[in-house]
């Protein structure tokens, strides 16, 4: 019986790589790479590999996981606009073999019992020890109070999980009487204790107004207690949301961890996303199973503190473990920058960023983060350099590669950082600002250097991604941008500049890498080996020419060399081919 199950596996897994393949005869069950085209040429933004579905709103990647060979993804959705709506909001459902091309399936969720009859919100995905997925997500029940649910596939042999059934014993977790009725939510994948108890993180704001991530305890998945002891609390954040908290291997090792190991000497990763700011925060720190206490190492209290996913424009990240290839990925939202009105016009809003693969760096203070190695599937036309030189206020083009949907790597290095700024203590502790007064049109003495990207043929309109070094306490400090306030002439968009600083040694490395995906509406940077990373939202108005045009540029004092570039125009995934 197990070698037919196999083989029935193996043969969903085919049918879906024939699907979802771009270079598969299915590929008619989506649009043509014509059609795509003219779809972004016509000014919808269209991305043509990232993920978002075929129309109308997403927002927070829900429940990711790898079942029986095939990846899933669920994400907030609303099948009746281009609108965030509470009482519509439902859990699209897509699946891949490569967690590139998409196939589209049902919702898989849909706000239609007394539990979640005003929206089925966030939530996670967990095993259950017979290998069954159950999902943990927030209903808005009827009295409009956000309680958690239960939902089980209706056949666990189906490697694509097409029906979920809610139990009538929903919810699971009623609204507690400390806690503000529209502020709890988003349980996490739960794990289980060394006393065999289940545990699931769920994000609340206490009458007083603090912020809490509350732990709740279970011998059977369905009668849950709370612990006495939140995990987290704070009352300097606000409402925190979309809880995630993970095991990770030792400093260095980059295979991802699903449970603690034997000697649970495991370092575990604590995840927050702050309304306020609407963006995610992350600490490095030790979890005690026994009190599920959370112990930050060198961090303060405030979440606002703690390292940052990304600099720019994403929020409710989620992770997964990926058992087929060992690795934690992360999944991120990133919302539109542009107006109500015409995202609406244009009939959908949102995209998923690209999976990354994530890991403890060798310093043991913060994650490293890298594209999921998938996406390189997708290149073709391919430019290579070595040891170029960029001249003080000089550029030099990338040619040969399509601008619009490409994948750069580059690498600068720094002959000298004699003349490099000195950094005052106030601007810090705010890179984004610092990024605005020191663009890359401001020269200086080390920086700014780096790419210009999505640019017009007159470079009116530009996206610039770039380093800045500072001299700060007798070290370095180098900063990261991506400055959009260039990007485009539309005077409607939002289009600040990002920043953040690379946390890298530049006197011992004398030099930077930097990684930049481009997908028509999206920019995804990766400085100095994913120490730093910030996306963006760009909405230009020269795109119907397609004539984007991508440069290296150099506004410092001085020479950089680029040791190293390579560049590849990427084809198009299939994304969200619908499935039968």
């Given at each position: 019986m197990a070698a037919l199950r196999l083989s029935a596996y193996a043969a969903v897994a085919v049918h879906l790589c024939l699907l979802l393949s771009p270079s598969s005869?299915?590929?008619?069950?989506?649009?043509?790479?014509?059609?795509?085209a003219s779809t972004v040429r016509q000014g919808s933004y269209r991305t043509a590999y990232h993920f978002q579905p075929a129309k109308n709103w997403q927002n927070d990647p829900n429940g990711p996981m790898y079942y029986k060979g095939v990846y899933h993804l669920f994400y907030q959705y609303n099948p009746h606009g281009a609108t965030w709506s509470n009482v519509t909001i439902s859990w699209g459902h897509s699946v891949s073999v490569d967690l590139v091309n998409w196939g589209a399936l049902d919702n898989a969720l849909d706000p239609d019992s007394p539990f979640d009859a005003n929206g089925c919100w966030s939530g996670s995905a967990t095993f259950l020890p017979d290998g069954t997925?159950?999902?943990?997500?927030?209903?808005?029940?009827?009295?409009?109070?956000?309680?958690?649910?239960?939902?089980?596939?209706?056949?666990?042999?189906?490697?694509?999980?097409?029906e979920w059934i809610k139990p009538t014993y929903n919810s699971v977790i009623p609204l507690p009487a400390d806690v503000l009725n529209d502020n709890f939510r988003d349980p996490?994948?739960?794990?289980?204790?060394?006393?065999?108890?289940?545990?699931?993180?769920?994000?609340?704001?206490i009458k007083d107004s603090v912020a809490s991530t509350l732990i709740y305890r279970s011998k059977d998945f369905r009668r849950w207690e709370r612990n006495a002891e939140p995990l987290y609390s704070s009352g300097a954040a606000g409402m925190v949301e979309c809880p995630d908290l993970f095991p990770v291997a030792e400093p260095g090792i980059q295979n991802g961890l699903d449970l603690v190991p034997p000697n649970r000497a495991a370092r575990h990763v604590l995840k927050l996303s702050v309304m306020a700011t609407h963006q995610d925060y992350y600490v490095v720190g030790r979890y005690d199973d026994a009190a599920d206490t959370f112990a930050l190492v060198g961090a303060y209290n405030d979440c606002r503190t703690w390292h940052r996913f990304d600099y720019g424009h994403v929020y409710a990240s989620k992770s997964f473990y990926d058992a087929g290839k060992k690795r934690r990925v992360l999944w991120s939202w990133a919302n539109e920058s542009d107006p109500e009105p015409v995202y609406i016009a244009r009939g959908w809003a949102g995209v998923q960023t690209v999976p990354r693969k994530i890991w403890l760096a060798s310093d043991g203070k913060q994650l490293l983060q890298w594209p999921i190695e998938e996406i390189e599937t997708l290149r073709k036309t391919r430019v290579g350099l070595l040891g170029a030189e960029v001249n003080a206020g000089g550029m030099k083009e990338i040619i040969g590669v399509a601008g619009t949907q490409a994948d750069v790597e580059v690498v600068f290095e720094i002959p000298a950082l004699d003349g490099a700024e000195n950094l005052d203590p106030n601007q810090l502790l705010d890179p984004q600002r610092l990024c605005g007064e020191?663009?890359?049109?401001?020269?200086?003495?080390?920086?700014?250097?780096?790419?210009?990207?999505?640019?017009?043929?007159?470079?009116q309109e530009h996206t610039s991604i770039f380093f800045r070094v500072f001299r700060h306490a007798g070290k370095y400090k180098v900063l990261m941008c991506t400055d959009l306030r260039r990007s485009t002439k539309r005077a409607d968009v939002y289009k600040p500049p990002y920043g953040g600083f690379v946390d890298i040694d530049i006197e011992k490395e004398s030099g930077i890498s930097l990684r930049t995906l481009i997908d028509h509406s999206v920019v995804e940077s990766y400085g100095g080996g994913g120490r730093a990373v910030i996306t963006a939202r760009v909405y230009l108005e020269h795109e119907e020419t397609n004539t984007n045009r991508m440069l290296m540029f150099n506004n410092r004092t001085g020479m950089v060399k680029v040791s190293k570039l390579d560049a590849w125009e990427l084809k198009a995934a299939n994304v969200n081919v619908p499935v039968v």
């Open positions: 005869s299915l590929r008619v069950r989506g649009l043509s790479e014509s059609e795509e997925p159950v999902m943990l997500y927030t209903g808005v029940n009827a009295s409009n109070n956000q309680v958690q649910n239960l939902a089980f596939p209706k056949n666990a042999s189906d490697p694509l999980l097409r996490s994948t739960a794990w289980l204790g060394r006393d065999g108890l289940w545990r699931v993180a769920v994000s609340a704001q020191k663009g890359a049109s401001v020269p200086g003495g080390v920086g700014p250097f780096g790419l210009l990207v999505l640019a017009s043929s007159d470079l």
